[in-house]
């Protein structure tokens, strides 16, 4: 598969994500009547659900990443080589800003509107670690194990990780960067941005510690990977 059909398959795939946590929120809300707890149900509904589609059919194309979290663990297992990891992360930025701009647009708000949803302090930030530990996790172990399972496995990890986490599970670095330009329900604020990522990679990297321990195929990790990658 070319590298370039893999992008393009990024692109489409967190876009959608994006586009869908923001538009699901907005809907949630204005059909709610100001109950969060219906309005955070749809969200995570919705979210669960596109995620089950785009890793099931964009999962054979570019592996479904949509994060650069996943997108750097692959890195670890020397799957991509670093100009592949680069290319991976750059577009899925990309990707999350347009699907935030798609869904503003299909419920006819500006474009861009800088977040002030408040996120910050450390039940935020520990959630945002867990929600990240638990994603990466689940994604290794069941690309291992269970690996048809993949699209119901993440998106039933992601739909619990809505309730359980005070954040309401975030766990993605391009996901958090672009909901820094919503004012919706799924918004955040940009000055909250930076602590959130730092929590995500400590949990992805101690999600990578809990792998190599776990996994019955950790000793042949790297001697298994790509010659290209290395």
Do not use: C
């Amino acid at each position: 598969m070319s590298l370039s059909k893999k992008l393009f398959s990024e692109f489409i795939g967190t876009a959608s994500l994006l586009a869908t946590v923001v538009g699901s929120g907005i809907m949630g809300v204005a059909l709610s009547r100001g109950n969060d707890g219906i309005a955070l149900l749809a969200n995570a509904a919705a979210t669960a659900g596109i995620l089950y589609v785009l890793i099931a059919l964009l999962g054979p194309i570019s592996g479904a990443h949509f994060n650069p979290l996943v997108t750097l663990a692959m890195r670890w297992r020397r799957e991509l080589d670093t100009r592949e990891t680069l290319a991976y992360i750059a577009v899925q930025i990309v990707a999350a800003i347009a699907g935030v701009m798609l869904a503003h647009a299909m419920f006819a708000l500006p474009l861009i509107e800088p977040g002030t949803h408040v996120r910050t302090g450390v039940a935020q930030w520990l959630s945002e670690a867990v929600a990240s530990f638990g994603l990466l996790l689940t994604i290794l172990l069941a690309r291992e194990h269970r690996p048809a399972s993949v699209p119901a496995l993440v998106a039933s990890y992601i739909f619990a990780a809505y309730w359980f986490t005070a954040s309401t599970s975030f766990a993605n670095p391009a996901v958090t960067l672009a909901r820094a330009l919503t004012q919706t329900f799924a918004g955040i604020r940009p000055g909250d941005v930076a602590a959130f990522i730092a929590a995500q990679l400590l949990g992805a990297a101690i999600a990578l510690l809990a792998y190599s321990a776990l996994s019955s195929s950790s000793s042949s990790t790297f001697s298994s990977a790509r010659p290209e990658a290395r």
